[in-house]
């Protein structure tokens, strides 16, 4: 690629990430600790849950302290041609901007799309740059690293909006657990609801369109999965999505998925499933045993990477909150215990507890979610699961997250808390 068209594209870029757009929703990252160190710092997550805006949050930071800053966004089409080449032409670029009395900060935006950028990237390191990159694949962000910049990096995993977040968009005050009054909750409950309709893409809840949520799906299958992987089974791999978010919070077999998707291999379907969770587009929970063997045999179950798609992309003919309910507090769980194993329990007899954290090498907490238990059979076997759990693995409490209920029940030697998932979400102090 020409230097001149690179260094127009580059001054473009800088024009569009200059400055913090007014309806930007602070996140809740402590953006000093990503730069205080020298390191690479990697923000990789779903397509469309803000990794840009934090990059510009992070730049404006360095902007006060009179920094030189320089962004490329690599999924510009007109970079397609660019080669390795063109890297000693950014760095030249960076010092006739600026000179060369400072060294360049670098923003690299979807940097998935630079040709060999790991050793380019490990370079600018070497000479004293700090530098920042976000992607949208778990795979480019994570294997290929490994071997490339191990030790010099720090990964920054960022998802759609928590409910935390979500409340600050809409401008709801969130109040100290003690203190929380009828009025208060009843407001929270309200805001809890579109939130389970509407997830947490920024956008999506920004402008209150759901149709938005269905392009962003779309683009992340054409993009991140067909045409990085050049696949050729396109429809099959449309089918095998659409299933898989009709069917979110369930366990899947791959006869069954073979059977509903018309792929022929198994082995097809279990690269395809890889690739969604590599792109955050589904995530899976494996059973959990202490037999390594047993855990890989059973059933895994899948959720979907935001709950926006079960309305946009599943079939679903009712409004299955507790699908949803479910779903959102897998997502919930999967940003809070970091750090933690995510597994559910399923007994020899049927048994079952949605979810339980662990830390090596023990389960520490095992949580059922049921959005009504007004009906007592339901009532039954959610109480009946999460005893199991709580007996198999030594534990004294466990909880039941539902939409509204409470409840407090000593039951065969056990603590059950029942209490609404949006205040286990908002005050995980209080519910350890």
């Known amino acids: 690629m020409d230097k001149a068209q690179l260094m127009d ?10 400055g913090i757009p007014e309806d930007t929703i602070e996140r809740d990252i402590d953006l000093q600790r990503y730069m205080r160190g020298k390191e690479i710092v990697i923000i990789t997550g779903i397509r469309r849950s803000g990794k840009s805006t934090v990059l510009k949050l992070i730049a404006d930071q360095y902007q006060q ?7 490329i966004n690599f999924e510009d089409i007109r970079l397609l041609d ?28 979807e940097i998935q799309y ?20 976000t992607g949208s694949n778990a795979k480019i962000l994570g294997g290929e690293i490994a071997t490339s910049l191990t030790g010099r990096n720090v990964v920054l995993d960022l998802h759609p909006f928590s409910l ?13 657990g003690q203190l929380l009054t009828s009025d208060r909750s009843a407001e929270i409950v309200h805001y809890f609801k579109e939130y389970l309709e509407y997830g947490g893409f920024p956008e999506v809840v920004k402008e209150e369109d759901m149709e938005l949520s269905g392009y962003y799906f779309n683009d992340i299958l054409k993009k991140d999965i067909e045409a990085r992987y050049m696949l050729r089974e396109q429809a099959g791999l449309a089918r095998l999505a659409t299933y898989l978010a009709s069917n979110a919070t369930s366990k899947f077999s791959y006869s069954t998925l073979k059977n509903v998707t018309g792929l022929k291999s198994t082995n097809t379907i279990s690269q395809y499933i890889r690739y969604f969770r590599d792109a955050y587009l589904f995530y ?8 390594l063997n047993k855990q890989i045999q059973a059933s895994k179950k899948v959720y979907a990477g935001d709950n926006s798609f079960l309305n946009t992309v599943s079939f679903c003919f009712s ?29 020899a007899s049927g048994k079952e507890c949605d979810f339980l954290i662990m830390k090596e090498p023990a389960v520490l907490s095992a949580i059922q979610v049921s959005a009504d238990l007004q009906n007592s059979e339901t009532r039954k076997r959610e109480i ?27 039951i065969q030697g056990k603590e059950i808390i029942i209490i609404p998932a949006w205040k286990y979400m908002l005050y995980p102090d209080l519910y350890p």
């Open 319 to 347: 409004e299955n909150t507790g699908q949803k309910l479910e779903n959102l507090v897998f997502l919930y769980l999967l940003q809070a215990k970091k750090g933690y194993s995510l597994f559910y329990h399923q007994n």
């Open 9 to 18: 594209v580059i001054l473009q870029h800088q024009e569009i990430f200059a």
């Open 82 to 109: 660019m080669t390795t080449e063109n890297y000693h032409d950014i760095e030249n670029i960076a010092i006739e901007l600026f000179s060369s009395r400072k060294k360049t900060v670098f923003f690299f935006d």
């Open 164 to 176: 935390r977040e979500f409340l600050r968009l809409r401008e709801i005050e969130i109040p100290d």
């Open 65 to 71: 302290r009179d920094e030189f800053i320089l962004f």
């Open 384 to 410: 009946t699961g999460l005893l199991d759990a709580l007996h198999e693995y030594d534990l004294a409490l466990g909880y039941i997250l539902t939409m509204d209920s409470y409840g407090h029940e000593q």
């Open 284 to 291: 899976t929970l494996p059973a959990f045993h202490y037999s």
């Open 114 to 133: 630079a040709p060999q950028w790991e050793r380019w990237v490990n370079n600018l390191h070497f000479k004293g740059h700090k530098v920042f990159v």
